[in-house]
């Protein structure tokens, strides 16, 4: 799938970090629990998500693609600790 990847270059140090994903007719953002569940339906399996990245263009004068992995892409960390935070919440409205 194609997406937008922010690219800094300072000095001789390229970092490359992964934005937004295109899906049909949207823009989803990286790491995003709507990008992960949209993938899902998209594809018809269970638990899709942005995993890796490839960047098309080259960097000034690099002969090969740059590509790496995105890190937290899966978003089980953050939707745990969201469902905590409400059953959290749920357990101090039923005092």
Known sequence: MLGIAEV??????VSVQPT???????????????T??????YTESLENY???W????SVHRESCERSGEIKGGDM?????YGVLALLTLKALREK
């Open 36 to 41: 992960n569940r949209l993938i899902t339906r």
């Open 50 to 52: 942005p995993v890796a």
């Open 76 to 80: 089980k960390d953050i939707v745990a």
């Open 20 to 34: 937004t994903l295109f899906l049909l007719d949207r823009h989803l953002q990286i790491p995003g629990v709507e």
């Open 54 to 57: 490839r960047l098309l263009v």
């Open 8 to 13: 800094t270059v300072a000095g001789r140090v």
